[in-house]
């Protein structure tokens, strides 16, 4: 069945970096839309980035220049680096498989999720 695996997160000072990965099975990977989103406490999940089939990407504008994200097809594996973080980037950070090759952010968009990495930035 379709599996998304999330991992990587922790807890890093203001400046820091991370590398999470989503590990994905049960489907043929490289014709997906692969989204990172994230839920901070008390807030509704958001969209970080996603990488089309292309390898072309997209990011919301409060992560570009600091995060990146890229695809391995042959580990099947879709991992976002993230570089300078602040608080702010604090939150459940998810994968998820996009339903069409146009998806963007919007959550209906994404047919299948991963159960989420903790990442929080802090001092």
């Known amino acids: 069945q379709v599996q998304l695996v999330e991992s990587g997160g922790g807890l890093v000072q203001p400046g820091g970096s991370l590398r999470l990965s989503c590990a994905a099975s049960?489907?043929?990977?490289?014709?997906?839309?692969i989204g990172w989103f994230r839920q901070a406490p008390g807030k509704e999940r958001e969209g970080v980035s996603v990488i089309y089939r292309d390898g072309s990407t997209n990011y919301a504008d409060s992560v570009k220049g600091r995060f990146t994200i890229s695809r391995d097809a042959v580990k099947n594996t879709v991992d976002l680096q993230m570089n300078s973080l602040k608080p702010e980037d604090t939150g459940l950070y998810y994968c998820?498989?996009?339903?069409?090759?146009?998806?963007?952010?919007?959550?209906?968009?994404?047919?299948?999720w991963g159960q989420g990495t903790q990442v929080t930035v802090s001092s």
């Open positions: 998820a498989r996009g339903r069409s090759r146009y998806a963007i952010f919007t959550q209906t968009e994404y047919d299948y």
């Open positions: 049960g489907f043929t990977f490289s014709q997906y839309v």
